[in-house]
T-cell receptor, first 112, second 109 residues
Framework: EAQVTQNPRYLITVTGKKLTVTCSQNMNHEYMSWYRQDPGLGLRQIYYSMNVEVTDKGDVPEGYKVSRKEKRNFPLILESPSPNQTSLYFC???????????FGPGTRLTVL | DAKTTQPPSMDCAEGRAANLPCNHSTISGNEYVYWYRQIHSQGPQYIIHGLKNNETNEMASLIITEDRKSSTLILPHATLRDTAVYYCIVGNYGQNFVFGPGTRLSVLP
């Protein structure tokens, strides 16, 4: 079954404690992306990757890092989380050509 | 800022067609119009996309005006399960996709 998986699904942490949210896809898609969703603001793109070792900033990259060492994985790294990064995070991939995005189930992060 | 403008909410009677408008007056020549929907806090679900021509699939129809400055998503026979937030996005292959607040569609029995 084609899917995008994220781990963890829920996380409560404290300010300054480094964390990583993993994203994995089994569709062999080249493009992957991270979004955050906050009430009233829709989804905003954090980073995206067009292929292995190629990453670019989206609209709200500050405070985040990503890496793309292999095609299937695209982890989101928060080196020093702050309360304003409390949000719902989605990972997504895109099919080549059609541009249809497949979204993961989301990770709800709370930073105290 | 989102490159699209949508009404914040709409109601539709079950079984009737739901017509969701979207304005994208600054769309570039190589940008597509995409529609997604999100039910509760699940990951958004792709519905349909188009460049210039009208498009139809098993879920919906997309009507794009000739000047490409606006479009309408049509759900031909809305059901209660179509209650969701619908997002209209313009972009090209996922670069700088901006999901605005969308339209909250309520399908009423």
């Amino acid at each position: 079954e084609a899917q995008v998986t994220q781990n963890p699904r829920y996380l409560i942490t404290v300010t300054g404690k480094k964390l990583t949210v993993t994203c994995s896809q089994n569709m062999n898609h080249e493009y992957m992306s991270w979004y955050r969703q906050d009430p009233g603001l829709g989804l905003r793109q954090i980073y995206y990757s067009m292929n292995v070792e190629v990453t670019d900033k989206g609209d709200v990259p500050e405070g985040y890092k990503v890496s793309r060492k292999e095609k299937r994985n695209f982890p989101l790294i928060l080196e020093s989380p702050s309360p304003n990064q409390t949000s719902l995070y989605f990972c997504a991939t895109i099919t080549s050509g059609r541009g249809e995005q497949f979204f993961g189930p989301g990770t709800r992060l709370t930073v105290l | 800022d989102a490159k699209t403008t949508q009404p914040p909410s709409m109601d539709c009677a079950e079984g009737r067609a739901a017509n969701l408008p979207c304005n994208h007056s600054t769309i570039s020549g190589n940008e597509y119009v995409y529609w997604y929907r999100q039910i509760h806090s699940q990951g958004p679900q792709y519905i349909i996309h188009g460049l210039k021509n009208n498009e139809t699939n098993e879920m919906a129809s997309l009507i794009i005006t000739e000047d490409r400055k606006s479009s309408t998503l049509i759900l031909p026979h809305a059901t209660l399960r179509d209650t969701a937030v619908y997002y209209c996005i313009v972009g090209n292959y996922g670069q700088n996709f901006v999901f605005g607040p969308g339209t909250r569609l309520s399908v009423l029995p």
